[in-house]
């Protein structure tokens, strides 16, 4: 066997070394890793208790404070408005007893409109505010009162809106307390203006935003009822549009009268003006004419005769 040939065997063993010593470090390495994998595993129960325990606390944390609102069906703010119409055969007692009821629970009347041409066909409107939670007792025991015709309830959910003012106040009154920090510091009179324009505007932003929140937060805290008394004759049906030809020329001939006396109107408030201006003039304008009138008439003079013109010889 010859030198090159010798060489060629002493490599291809060699390879061979090289690829047996790297495989077997290879499963070694291998195994190492699978045992600390295997270890992580069957620690984990124990430690995945503890940890999904910590979320769960921290959630309960989370959800305990003022970061997130509570919006439980019994913690949102709902508005609740009532109307409801009732037969009776004394309204005037009926509308006593239905303000009575109101006023023994903490509400008020808001408003109380009454019309009646006798105790049969009288007719009243009370406008009713009672708390929130005694919504649906008050509705019921107005009903009592008499025969009841008709009833609709209707609410608004303002838990969104309540919670985005609740937000926007709080930032506002950062910006506020800010704006009067820094003109505490001002010391150009030119910032002490800018200033105190910019805090009065951050002021009145703020008196806006909680306006509206107590405003919603009186509706939502008193309910509204319409409550609607009939007596035992009173009509209450909606009236039908009118329509036709007699209706149609009824409404013009409204138009034209009304038309007509605007016209009038207006012409009696000019006439003072016409008398005042219009007199002196038509004065002034006779007096010119009788002096054009009595001015002698302007004398024309004959143009010179002209010469006749010579025939030639």
């Known amino acids: 066997m010859d030198g ?46 503890k940890a999904e325990q910590g979320a769960d606390a921290g959630g309960a944390r989370s959800g305990a404070g003022g970061g997130s609102p ?47 041409g006798g105790t049969a066909d009288a007719r009243a409107e009370l406008q009713l505010r009672v708390p929130a939670e005694r919504f649906t007792a008050v509705l019921e025991e107005l009903a009592r009162l008499g025969r009841q015709e008709q009833r609709a309830i209707r609410t608004e959910d ?21 704006g009067r920090k820094l003109l505490a510091r001002a010391t ?11 805090v009065a505007r951050r002021e009145a932003d703020l008196a806006s935003l909680e306006a509206k929140k107590r405003r919603l937060a009186d509706l939502t805290a008193l309910s509204t009822i319409t409550l609607t008394l009939v007596g035992p004759e009173a009509d209450v049906r909606d009236p039908e549009p009118d329509t036709g030809f007699l ?44 002096r054009r009138r009595r001015a002698p008439a302007p004398v024309v003079s004959a143009p010179p005769p002209v010469p006749a013109a010579r025939s030639a010889p």
């Open 158 to 178: 303002v838990t969104e809106e309540t919670v985005d003012l609740d937000a926007r106040i709080a930032t506002q009154r950062a910006r506020v307390e800010s």
């Open 188 to 198: 150009s009179i030119g910032d002490l203006v800018t200033l105190e324009s910019e």
């Open 4 to 49: 090159h040939a010798r060489r060629r065997l002493w490599t291809a063993v060699g390879l061979v070394a090289l690829l047996a010593v790297g495989g077997c470090s290879a499963d070694g390495g291998s195994g190492a890793e699978d045992s600390a994998a295997v270890a992580p595993q069957q620690e984990a129960p124990a430690g995945g208790a």
């Open 70 to 116: 509570d919006l439980r069906v019994d913690q949102r703010s709902i508005i609740y408005t009532g109307t409801m119409r009732v037969r009776v055969d004394d309204v005037d007692a009926a509308a006593r007893s239905a303000v009575t009821a109101v006023t023994g629970i903490g509400g008020f009347v808001g408003g109380d409109e009454r019309s009646s």
């Open 247 to 290: 209706v149609g020329l009824r409404g013009g001939w409204t138009a034209f009268v009304a038309s007509l006396g605007v016209l009038l109107t207006v012409l009696g408030a000019l006439l003072p003006f016409a008398v005042a201006i219009g007199v002196p003039v038509a004065v002034l304008v006779t007096v010119l004419r009788r």
